[in-house]
């Protein structure tokens, strides 16, 4: 074994075990899934056998490491990358780009909007576009618009949104349950920058909301002189097959209650 393969295997096997770590699976469980044995893992992690390139998107399947690391995992086994990375304007895309604008335009007037790994916004639809219609022009004007900034900002959605410190508290925890299942610096550094907002006094001083008869947590907000109700649904595509792809998810507010859907109606159409 020359030493770029031992540098390469041993990088893979350090990789791998990490993965492993974090998803807090033993070799022999990992070993049973991937139709492997715990003696060949245990080779692999040491550094003392180079994984074939089968064997390492098995193993990145069923410890579901995310698509832009089964790249980096590949890389440093010294095979290439399988996974593409296409940026969302490639006209390759564009049959992609059609159907998602069309989703979003069918659930008009209800609010949605398609983010990437990072909360970055890659589209919206027109009843979005009404919920943040008041907010001051610097935050609409930044580019990417982040989705994470614009509802847990001081100057953003957060004083109107009328039980703030319960939905900070659940879009918090939600991208803690990201980072730990990825390694991602970006990610990490939009976490310590909101979670380092200051929070309106009027949502530190208030008191704790009585319990609702919502089927999910509710995102409580003031919009125009109405208070408007919203439970949120995240969709992410089966199977995908390219990074850029694998990243995006989908996320549409429901109206919560009748009040909610009926101004919707009469303001957006």
Known sequence: MTSATRGNTSEVGRLLRGWRERRRVSQLELALRADSSARHISFVETGRSRPSEELILRLAEHLDVPMRERNSLLLAAGYAPRFTRTPLDDPSMGALREGLERLLRGYEPYP??????????????????ALLASLPEELLAQR???????????????PRIRNLREWRGHLLAQMERQIALARSAELRALYEEVAAYPVPDEAADEEPAEPVPYFALPMVIEHDGHV??????????????????????????????AATAKYLRSEVG
């Open 112 to 129: 949605a909007l398609i983010v990437d790994a990072t909360y970055d916004v890659v589209a919206t639809n027109r009843g979005l576009a």
């Open 144 to 158: 990417p618009l982040n989705a994470m900034r614009l509802t847990l900002h001081p100057r953003g959605l957060a």
């Open 228 to 257: 408007l109700s919203f439970v949120s649904s995240i969709s992410t595509f089966n199977t995908p097959m390219d990074v850029t792809v694998a990243e995006l998810a989908v996320e549409t507010l429901l109206p919560a209650d």
